[in-house]
């Protein structure tokens, strides 16, 4: 378990999405991407590694996927370099369509969409030691070209089918209507801390001191409506400490934010119309 995610931290450990075609997706999501299927039941499906990470809801009455505020894209994260290079070997077998490959300083990553055009990170992380600093001694990321032929050498001798032990949910990136908003509900009320800014565009939040458990634009623009109707987010699950849960509850409660009770945590709609459940 990393260091950035386990039950001492809060982080988004699984999502829900919305899909037309569970059949289809299931083949993307077993076979592309590598997960196991954990459950199964009528049109609704939970996959994972050693737990729930993608669950999937079969709605065939979905529209197809437009610009909204809410999913950017969920990433995946692998414990070691050599898994990111068994998985773009599985992308070269399947010949599946990526949308780009980057180089973050700390991080690489490889970014592709599901059949329903829900975007999706699979990456690993550099060592902390390795990862860049600013001027101030924050942490900095940059965007430069992944090097494929670099990282393939990286590549088991066999193709590897399933993604490994110890895969989790590294972070989950959001389309926002206004980064101040996002700011507000995110830091002050969920309690994430700022880690970096990219002027009034984007915001990159985390707990623990990770480069990012939640990364936050503007790129859609501000009027941007809430998903309702296409595939996307349904619900999202952030761990918390109990004592994060008592201060969320204390934030909200302070706020006027609406929130419910459960068994173990919290229920709270995000500011894009998305359910969190908040647990330990």
Do not use: C
């Not at 909204?68 to 414990?79: D, E, K, R, T």
């Not at 060592?127 to 088991?156: A, C, H, V």
């Not at 009027?223 to 309702?228: G, I, M, R």
């Not at 595939?231 to 409660?253: C, D, S, W």
Request: glycine fraction near 8%; charge should be negative.
């Amino acid at each position: 378990m990393s260091i950035f995610h386990n039950q001492e931290v809060m982080y988004i450990k699984d999502v829900t999405l919305r899909v037309k075609d569970l059949k289809r997706s299931l083949d993307f999501y077993e076979n592309v991407i590598g997960l196991n299927v954990l459950l199964k039941n009528g049109s609704t499906a939970t996959l994972g590694v050693d737990g729930p990470l993608v669950t999937i809801v079969e709605d065939k009455n979905i529209k197809p996927k437009s610009p909204h505020a809410g999913l950017y894209h969920f990433a995946i994260l692998l414990p070691t370099r050599k898994d990111l290079a068994d998985f773009l070997m599985r992308i070269v077998k399947y010949q599946y369509q990526i949308t780009g490959g980057s180089d973050h300083g700390v991080s690489e990553a490889i970014y592709l969409d599901d059949p329903d055009g829900n975007g999706i990170e699979i990456y690993h992380d550099r060592d902390k030691s390795q990862w860049p600093t600013t001027k101030e001694g924050g942490i900095d990321m940059f965007t430069e070209g992944l090097d494929y032929d670099n990282l393939l050498q990286e590549r088991s001798p066999e193709l590897i089918s399933k993604m490994p032990k110890g895969t989790l949910m590294g972070h989950v990136h959001f389309h926002v209507r206004s980064i101040d908003e996002a700011r507000h509900f995110f830091t002050e009320l969920i309690g994430f801390d700022v880690i970096l800014q990219y002027g009034p565009s984007a915001l990159f939040i985390s707990d623990a001191g990770y480069h990012h458990h939640v990364g936050l634009n503007v790129w859609l623009g501000s009027h941007v409506t809430n998903n309702v109707d296409g595939p996307g987010l349904i619900r999202y699950r952030l761990n918390a400490t109990n004592e994060q849960i008592k201060h969320i509850k204390q934030q909200l409660v302070q706020s006027n934010y609406p929130f419910s009770e459960t068994s173990n945590g919290l229920d709270v709609v995000d500011i894009n119309g998305v359910l969190i459940n908040i647990k330990h």
